[in-house]
């Protein structure tokens, strides 16, 4: 039944499986049965059959029907009881991953907490802050903004795994600006970053960490400046380097602030993780940005077509980023569409379908993505909330009123994407037990 297993698999559709093997195994027996009475007739000239010949024949029939299910039933079993072991391994395996994910989000999180509690680092600013009132106001000024921004960026990215480059190469310059004050030319930050790359997204205060590091470690003075470059390149890289001359010390360093970077990024991807490099002369730590880079895939579930074509105009006009992963018109091919698939960064549903309501779907399948529910119904709103929608809007619904319900998914998406893709490990674990429970 090898090729009933590729066409026809036990998961897709069992019962018709099932159907379809049973037939096919009493067809092959009554046609070898067939095959034999033929032979018979042939070896005994037509010779017609007692009433006692045709009933041994047709106990042989069935015997031979009963012994053929029975042994198609051991093997049937036997397959199913393999696959059950192998989902039930695979589900353990998703589950500790889940697990695993949580855990480096919290110890990340953690870790950036305490980095933002520093009282070395805040006492040591408040120092060099309450000098510069007395000596120079406008230095102090400048000083205590960059602190603030330096804080704020700290606070508002605390949760967060992803944070545009630009954004994260600002808080930097900022970080900068404050060693600079305090250190003046004995620590030289340079940067050479393309536009490009700028756009693109980063862990939150990864930059930062290696400079901080950079300096925790090596000598800075004016004889010896620690001389630090954050360039990018042409393989979506982004390299940070300084000339290594380590202070001497009693005590060992922990490199907690490398794991923190890492475990960032395994969150992320297992496969480009920092590249880290260490030379006589230098010590170099290499960031993939391209991993975390990605468009928002929307799936549209909308049965007008004249309303879907105008919500893909819609979108190509808010921004060329997005993608349409699929159009779907039905409630049946919505269903079907989410069970296969992997779930879309947002949903745009309307309510009323051709074959019935919209809010079917959520009863038939885990729906883990956010939905902004497109309809000419105001009477569902409460409803909609229920599920999970993250915005109601109105047909026909205007540029403006997408745009900002899109912003809205695009920052909890950036905001909380390890919890989305521990949502989706869940969801797979309980579809792959559904399927042998």
């Not at 005994?44 to 009433?51: G, K, R, S, W």
């Not at 990024?265 to 590249?275: A, T």
């Not at 569902?380 to 809205?408: C, G, M, Q, T």
Request: charged letters at 25%.
């Amino acid at each position: 039944m090898g090729g009933s297993q590729t066409s026809l698999p036990w998961t897709r559709s069992p019962l018709l499986r099932f159907l379809v093997q049973t037939i096919l195994i009493v067809a092959s027996t009554m046609l070898l049965i067939f095959f034999q009475g033929q032979i018979y007739k042939l070896i005994f000239n037509d010779m017609p059959l007692t009433q006692q010949e045709l009933l041994e024949t047709w106990q042989f029939f069935v015997a031979i029907i009963i012994v053929s299910l029975f042994v198609s039933a051991v093997h049937t079993g036997h397959y199913l009881l393999n696959r059950w072991k192998a989902s039930i391994s695979e589900a353990k395996n998703l589950q500790l991953k889940a697990m695993e994910m949580k855990e480096i989000a919290m110890q990340s999180e953690l870790q950036s907490l305490k980095m933002q509690l520093d009282p070395h680092f805040m006492f040591n600013n408040f120092s060099t802050l309450s000098e510069l009132i007395n000596e120079d106001r406008e230095t102090a000024i400048r000083f205590l903004e960059n602190l603030s921004r330096v804080y704020r960026y700290m606070i508002q990215n605390l949760k967060k795994d992803i944070v545009l480059l630009s954004d994260e190469v600002a808080f930097v310059k900022a970080y900068c600006y404050l060693i600079h004050i305090r250190h003046a030319d004995n620590v030289q930050v340079l940067f050479d970053l393309d536009e490009e790359s700028l756009n693109l997204y980063i862990p939150p205060i990864s930059l930062q960490l290696l400079v901080e590091n950079a300096i925790k470690h090596n000598i800075a003075t004016k004889e010896q400046p620690l001389i630090i470059t954050i360039i990018s390149n042409d393989r979506r890289e982004i390299i940070v380097c300084n000339n290594l001359q380590r202070i001497s010390s009693a005590f060992p360093a922990t490199g907690i602030g490398l794991k923190n970077i890492i475990d960032r990024y395994r969150i992320l991807s297992e496969e480009q993780l920092p590249v880290i490099e260490e030379t006589t002369a230098h010590f170099c730590v290499t960031l993939h940005y391209s991993i975390i880079h990605y468009a928002m895939q929307i799936l549209i579930i909308e049965d007008e077509k004249h309303n879907a074509s105008r919500l893909q105009r819609l979108l190509a006009d808010i921004s060329a980023e997005f993608v349409v992963v699929g159009v779907l018109e039905t409630v049946k091919e919505s269903i079907n569409w989410l069970k296969k698939e992997n779930a879309p960064d947002v949903i745009l549903m309307d309510i009323r379908l051709s074959d019935g309501l919209s809010f079917d779907i959520f009863d038939k399948v885990d729906v883990i993505c956010p939905v902004i529910f497109t309809t000419s119904y105001d009477e569902y709103a409460v409803r909609a909330f229920k599920v999970n929608s993250i915005d109601y809007l109105l047909k026909p619904i205007e540029k403006e009123e997408l745009e900002a319900a899109l912003e809205k998914v695009d920052i909890e998406r950036k905001k909380e994407p390890t919890r989305l893709g521990i949502r989706a490990i869940a969801a797979s674990f309980q579809r792959k037990v559904a399927c042998f429970s």
